[in-house]
């Protein structure tokens, strides 16, 4: 398992690069809405709370487990961010 820092920077890497790629779709279809596109930034900085907070979490007695429970949580969420970006019209 790799130490708490190393997943912090994987949470803030992987979301942070959806963000930017929802700005380049942005960037690159002026003439189309961005409800949808802004509702998936929105989206991955929810995440973002919602990973980093139980990263944070103390009393945690198996913490191998749960920081790889998390792990998993950001891996799952960021493809679902991914698929949504993909289907953006």
């Not at 190393?6 to 992987?14: A, E, G, Q, R």
């Not at 198996?62 to 970006?85: H, S």
Request: proline residues 0%.
């Amino acid at each position: 398992m790799a130490s708490v820092r190393d997943l912090k920077k994987d949470i803030n890497f992987v979301l942070g690069d959806i963000i930017e790629a929802v700005y380049v779709w942005e960037i690159e279809n002026t003439s189309k809405d961005t409800k949808q596109s802004e509702a998936i930034i929105d989206e991955a900085i929810e995440t973002f709370d919602e990973l980093i907070a139980k990263v944070n979490k103390k009393d945690i007695e198996n913490k191998k487990a749960y920081f790889k429970a998390i792990n998993a949580e950001l891996e799952e969420r960021g493809k679902a961010l991914i698929e949504k970006i993909n289907n953006l019209g």
